[in-house]
């Protein structure tokens, strides 16, 4: 039976700076050691803007996890997000030389190579090159052609880069702590690992993952990614619209945001006062709920009419499972019934992964990201089983020595 293996993951959000240490057995059973959680400071959108606020709450998440672990972390993996890394398809084609009578190794190397060489601005940098499909003479294959009799190979590329300044400045947060970075995933791309399996991946699926700065979508279809990105909007940005038009605190805003609101629209959320004490002692404090849930309503619709225009206008009719929503604001009241109006697809919440361990509490849509590191680390160790977790991708963001 192959040995167990600690793997750590790493999310520097908006709201919350999260580490999770978790085994995974020999069997591919996981068990979370240890989480190490802080409120975020110096992160906007998703990106950093202080650099020192950042690396402290890093450091105290670290502590808090080894000491509830009681593992020695000396390296992660990290979750990526903001509105600057973008997701593009390509395809690409090579013409199989007249002297050999089948496709080999080589030739599917040259494919990928041909496909994952595409045009990107000077400042960024690639973070994922992910395989989608091959074609031999026309005829889809969804595994690796080699050994194949055809005279034309193609490869379909999911391709996502990144300002590489931006993602260095998260690495090298990291790497101050002191901790090495096993590898860098953009965020929605984790959440995935947790939100489908297999079949719903074949079936078609939009998993939607709303935190407090950003929403992150990527879209699967026949069992690949179609297509992924960011939109710079969040719960925090829900939050605020409360505080600019009702004038109260952000504080007392977001508590009416949580434990009152609703986001479906539906007439009966619209009648009546939404009442919350006040945490100072005074009196009660109300809003009239259609103004509330008018906000409320409103900012969301938004964010998820943005997700649905940076989405291929031909994929609605190919999402056979449906939308998966993850992610902290994702638990806003009645999302789910207004994501399913602007989509008109089945909308879910993600079954809870199968976890052992003191913190299994935490199965909860807003810890989607750092548990999905868990698993991107698990397919990782399944596919390079030689230890190859870096991969030249990651050296070209990082080429400097430790």
Request: with cysteine; aromatic share 6%; proline share 4%.
């Amino acid at each position: 039976m192959a040995r167990s293996k600690i793997h750590v993951g790493l999310e520097i959000g908006t709201t919350k700076t999260c580490m999770v240490v978790a085994e995974v057995k020999g069997d591919g059973s996981v068990k979370i050691l240890g989480l190490g959680e802080t409120r975020s400071a110096g992160v906007r959108k998703g990106e950093i803007t202080d650099y020192p606020q950042v690396r402290a709450c890093v450091k105290e998440a670290l502590i808090e996890a080894e000491e509830v672990s009681d593992v020695d972390i000396g390296s992660v993996f990290l979750a990526v997000t903001g509105s600057h890394i973008q997701g593009v398809n390509n395809r690409g084609t090579y013409r199989i030389p007249e002297r050999k009578d089948q496709i080999d190794d080589q030739d599917v190397e040259e494919v990928k190579e041909i496909a994952g060489d595409i045009n990107i601005p000077n400042e960024h940098v690639f973070l994922h090159s992910l395989i989608r499909h091959y074609f031999v003479d026309g005829q889809l294959h969804e595994t690796s052609p080699a050994g194949l009799m055809g005279r034309s190979l193609e490869a379909d590329f999911h391709i996502i880069h990144a300002i590489r300044s931006r993602i260095q400045n998260s690495i090298k947060c990291v790497r101050e702590i002191p901790l090495d970075v096993n590898d860098v995933v953009f965020s929605p791309i984790a959440s995935a690992q947790i939100a489908l399996n297999r079949e719903r991946k074949e079936q078609g699926s939009l998993v939607i993952d709303m935190g407090g700065g950003t929403t992150d979508y990527v879209l699967y279809l026949e069992g690949s990614i179609a297509a992924s990105g960011c939109v710079p909007v969040g719960g925090d940005h829900v939050t605020n619209d409360i505080h600019l038009v009702t004038h109260i605190p952000f504080s007392e805003a977001e508590r009416f945001k949580v434990l009152e609101g609703d986001a479906s629209g539906s007439p009966e959320t619209l009648i009546g006062e939404a009442r919350i004490q006040d945490e100072n002692g005074f009196s009660d404090l109300s809003l009239k709920r259609e103004l509330l849930n008018g906000i409320i309503r409103y900012r969301l619709q938004e964010t998820l009419e943005l997700v649905k225009k940076q989405l291929p206008q031909d994929c609605f009719q190919k999402i056979g499972a449906g939308v998966f929503l993850v992610g902290g604001a994702s638990l806003q009241q009645g999302y789910g019934q207004l994501a399913n109006r602007v989509f008109n697809l089945p909308v879910y919440r993600p079954d809870k992964p199968e976890l052992s361990g003191v913190h299994a509490y935490f199965k909860d849509p807003q810890y989607s990201t750092v548990l999905g590191l868990i698993r991107y680390a698990q397919i990782v160790d399944e596919e390079r089983p030689s230890g190859g977790g870096i991969g030249g991708v990651f050296k070209k963001i990082w080429p400097f020595n430790s």
